[in-house]
């Protein structure tokens, strides 16, 4: 037994972790991934039915928790774990419907912006709130502590996302850990987000801020040009 310990404290396995077996490692982990997928599913049901498409919804929360409700193109790509060239197609989409727009900066040309236009970030609160309604009648209070573990617990175990490097900063927002999750945000944070006005009160409702002076002012051609769409403020 005392060898056992020894071995235990070298190699600093714990004890519970060596009476797991393979298969029922292997099961806990098929157990997770069948209960997400079937999450998932339930709550891009839940944000169809708000009229909001389920495959734009994670961008669009990026954005709105985002200083400014702007974002780099690749650090999007990156925190949603796409190709440069698929969210581009992504970003293709939800710009030609005149959700974001998409510019360069004045040093570094190469550097693309995606913004929230005025749609866009209506469609980003209507997605949020949904996404909200969605998780608070599933998820109850005595089950916050333990999901927040296991989302801190999975995010070890993944690493940073690729290209972001041991060191990366999180991702600019109001909002603290462990609610600086874009899953676990909505849950954890009050019932009158700060998120969803940008830090700026319950009662302030403003649409994204003008374009900052790195930023350059030419329109993302791939907004729609139609009166009351696509809209930037400060353009």
Not at 209 to 223: K, N
Request: aromatic share 2%; with cysteine.
């Amino acid at each position: 037994m005392s060898a056992a310990l020894g071995r235990c404290k070298r190699y600093r396995v714990p004890m519970a972790a060596r009476d797991v077996s393979d298969e029922d490692l292997i099961r806990h982990w098929h157990d997770i991934e069948s209960a997400a997928a079937r999450l998932h599913r339930q709550l891009d049901a839940d944000l169809e039915a708000a009229g909001v498409p389920p495959q734009w919804y994670p961008a669009l929360e990026l954005l709105l928790a985002a200083e400014g409700h702007r974002l780099p193109m690749s650090t999007l790509a990156r925190e949603l774990s796409m190709t440069s060239g698929g969210f581009s197609k992504l970003a293709d989409r939800m710009a030609a419907d005149g959700l974001i727009d998409r510019r360069g900066t004045i040093d570094d040309r190469r550097v693309v912006h995606a913004t929230l236009t005025d749609d866009g970030y209506a469609m980003a609160s209507t997605a949020r709130a949904a996404f909200v309604r969605a998780l608070r009648k599933r998820v109850e209070i005595d089950d916050l502590s333990g999901l927040a573990d296991t989302a801190a617990t999975l995010r070890r175990l993944a690493g940073p996302p690729a290209g972001a490097g041991p060191g990366a900063a999180p991702l600019p927002g109001p909002v603290s850990e462990p609610a600086s999750d874009p899953v676990l945000a909505p849950v954890l944070a009050p019932s009158v987000d700060p998120v969803l006005n940008n830090g700026k009160g319950a009662d302030d409702t403003s649409a994204p801020d003008p374009v900052p002076p790195h930023v350059v002012r030419e329109r993302d051609p791939a907004l729609p040009d139609r009166r009351g769409r696509g809209h930037v403020s400060g353009r």
